[in-house]
């Protein structure tokens, strides 16, 4: 599990650092706060901790990021700089590791602490984009690999993991529990043809292309669950779950990020969704690992602020918001 | 003034102040009040005062869904274990308590004013005072829905409502002007 995260001077960072909840870290903010970059790079940094990761850091964040040269992934300032950025781990082994990335805006890198960081040993690391790819996966695979495609390699890599077929063998309790879970709100089984995804029920296969979109999203879970790519020990990255989701499925949503930390899952999720946050605050647990990131700009900087309680942050762009309806709606309605 | 675990600093165009709930015992069985009356030179404030306590002493908000509840909520004053509150029943509590207010005093001859009807939630954020505020808006006759349906009305029941918490009252220049509000410690 990932425990910590600094950076310097990289992307919209000045300088940041976050420890980690070793359950549920949940990242909150206004647009351009760098929600999406910090999960990012995390994630870059987990896929080059198995040592036979064939790609380096370089080449992933190159595919993650898509800047038009690496150099540019340096937080923009006068002249030339550098930045830097450094994730902490501790596996099962208890040991702590620990790695470096150092960039210069002329697109020099170099990373410190690659062998401690890097063991024989692949993870299980899913970052879930904010759209979904799950409909258009056909031929997406092949063509992403063999064709210059512009799109950040996280689409591709959703698919390929989503394509996996499922693990052999009895489903512990744990999976059990989440893949009936799931199949109770969308009301079916995800199988896969030919690289299509279908939904099974009794009325038959329903191809995801006529699914709405929000079961999509529950489906490719669904997949990730069955094929082992989320379990015990993984780590997941989750853009904006509440995306084309409606409100009312956000209580069973929040349900199964909830079980899926219990069964040992890592998450990281950026969201700017008011009952996404408040679902999650009625529904933990006195045991259950969670922490909330907020993420706001202070003098054209970006600060954070880590807090177990969701009433304990300072600046909840979500709040404010509401706070700010309430002070306008009484502006409006009041009599004199 | 202090009331309930608030403190309202009043100004100083004030021309008195009821703390009507104790004079509960006059009303007649079955009704209930607001907790504080506050008249001004042109008009009255009903003030209804709600605290519930925070997450941190196992708090669910009554407000979101059929939570559980164990709170101080006076919905729930004679069930014996914490029960369950809908945002239906705490809004069908605050009109009464207006209405029985209402009569009472029309019967006695002193609704010579306007009246406005300020619910104050503390333990609930903005986004749950707007829904519960919404909710109640609905089933109150206010000044505008009198206006809307019926243009013959010479005489308006509610003039103003509104559900906040202490940080919107504080904020807002059409409540502070009454008075300003805390929470005592």
Redesign the interface.
């Known amino acids: 599990m990932l425990t910590e995260i600094k950076i310097d001077n990289i992307t919209a960072f000045e300088n940041l650092d976050i420890k980690l909840s070793k359950g549920i870290n949940v990242f909150i903010g206004a647009n351009g706060t760098g929600k999406t970059h910090l999960m990012k790079l995390m994630y870059a940094a987990m896929l080059v901790a198995d040592v036979s990761s064939k790609k380096t850091l370089d080449q992933i964040l190159q595919n993650i990021f898509l800047p038009d040269s690496l150099g540019r992934l340096v937080k923009r300032s006068l002249g030339r700089g550098s930045g830097s950025f450094s994730v902490y781990r501790q596996d099962d082994d208890d040991t702590p590791r620990y790695m470096r990335y150092e960039l210069s805006s002329l697109g020099k890198s170099q990373t410190i602490n690659h062998r401690i960081w890097t063991k024989k040993q692949s993870y299980n690391i899913v970052y879930i984009p904010v759209k979904d790819m799950l409909a258009n996966s056909p031929g997406f695979k092949s063509l992403y690999e063999k064709r210059e495609l512009y799109f950040e390699s996280i689409y591709a890599d959703i698919v390929d993991l989503a394509l996996l077929p499922p693990l052999k063998g009895h489903a512990s309790k744990e999976k059990t529990i989440l893949l009936d879970l799931i199949q109770q709100i969308i009301d079916g089984k995800v199988i896969k043809k030919d690289e299509k995804f279908y939904l099974k029920n009794k009325q038959g296969n329903l191809e995801f292309t006529l699914l709405a979109e929000g079961y999509r999203k529950l489906g490719l879970l669904y997949s990730l669950i069955q094929n082992g790519s989320i379990s015990s020990g993984s780590i997941l990255f989750w853009d904006e779950p509440e995306a084309n989701l409606n409100p009312k499925l956000t209580q069973q949503l929040v349900n199964i990020i909830l079980e899926l930390q219990r069964m040992g899952t890592q998450i990281f999720i950026a969201t700017h969704d008011?009952v996404f946050l408040?679902e999650l605050?009625?529904s933990k647990k006195k045991e259950d690992a969670l922490m909330y990131h907020s993420l706001y700009k202070e003098n054209e900087e970006i600060k954070s602020q880590s807090v177990e309680?969701?009433?304990e942050i300072s600046n909840n762009v979500i709040?404010d918001t509401?706070?700010s309806?309430?002070?306008r709606?009484?502006?409006f309605?009041?009599?004199d | 003034m202090e009331k309930d675990g608030y403190v309202f600093d009043f100004s100083d165009d004030i021309v008195d102040i009821i703390s009507f709930d104790e004079n509960e015992k006059l009303l007649c069985d079955g009704m209930k009040s607001v907790d504080i009356i506050a008249e001004f030179p042109n008009e009255y404030l009903f003030l209804e005062l709600k605290k519930y306590k925070d997450r941190n002493i196992d708090f669910k908000c009554p407000l979101w869904k059929e939570a559980k509840v164990v709170s101080n909520c006076p919905l729930l004053k004679n069930e014996k274990i914490s029960g369950l509150a809908s945002i239906n029943r705490i809004a069908k509590d605050l009109r009464q308590k207006y209405f029985d207010t209402f009569l009472y005093r029309h019967i006695n001859g002193r609704n010579d004013k306007p009246i406005s009807y300020i619910c104050v939630v503390e333990g609930c954020d903005s986004a749950l005072t707007t829904r519960l505020k919404d909710k109640v808006s609905m089933i109150l006759p206010l000044k505008r829905k009198m206006i809307k349906e019926n243009d013959e009305w010479n005489y308006f029941i509610l003039k103003n409502f509104a559900v906040v918490n202490v940080k919107s009252w504080n904020k807002s220049p059409q409540l502070n002007r009454y008075a300003s509000c805390s929470i005592v410690d």
């Open positions: 008011y408040k605050e009625l309680n969701l009433n709040n509401f706070d309806l309430v002070g709606a009484l502006g309605e009041w009599e």
